[in-house]
Nanobody
Framework: QVQLVESGGGSVQAGGSLRLSCAAS????????MGWFRQAPGKEREGVAS???????VYADSVKGRFTISRDNAKNTLYLRMNSLKPEDTAIYYC???????????????WGQGTQVTVSS
């Protein structure tokens, strides 16, 4: 069992920045690949970014050049730095671990509760 606890969500003006954090606990052997998903109102869940234990990253086209995913394995913590935020980035952001395929932003075995990110224009 893996527990994921997110923090760092909030409200920001367009063009601003936020950093999300995700603390993992439990059977952390299952956290080789971790990442972030988001779901906006009326939209399907979409993958945002992933990172494996070696530091290889994958980003959705919509966030490339603006978001940066990173991890601190010693602290069992995942991060998502979001710069140049746009209103269309408004969504609930979910931390995920145990991806079926780290390079494919689809399914995962473990999920956080989500944290709200709101970007106003």
């Amino acid at each position: 069992q893996v527990q994921l606890v997110e923090s760092g969500g909030g409200s920001v003006q367009a063009g601003g920045s936020l950093r999300l954090s995700c603390a993992a606990s439990g059977y952390t052997h299952s956290t080789y690949c971790m990442g972030w998903f988001r779901q906006a109102p009326g939209k399907e869940r979409e993958g945002v970014a992933s990172i494996d234990g070696d530091g290889t990253t994958v980003y959705a086209d919509s966030v490339k050049g603006r978001f940066t995913i990173s991890r601190d394995n010693a602290k069992n913590t995942l991060y998502l730095r979001m710069n140049s935020l746009k209103p269309e980035d408004t969504a609930i952001y979910y931390c995920a671990a145990g991806f079926y395929e780290c390079r494919v932003l689809l399914g995962a075995n473990y999920w956080g509760q989500g944290t709200q990110v709101t970007v106003s224009s």
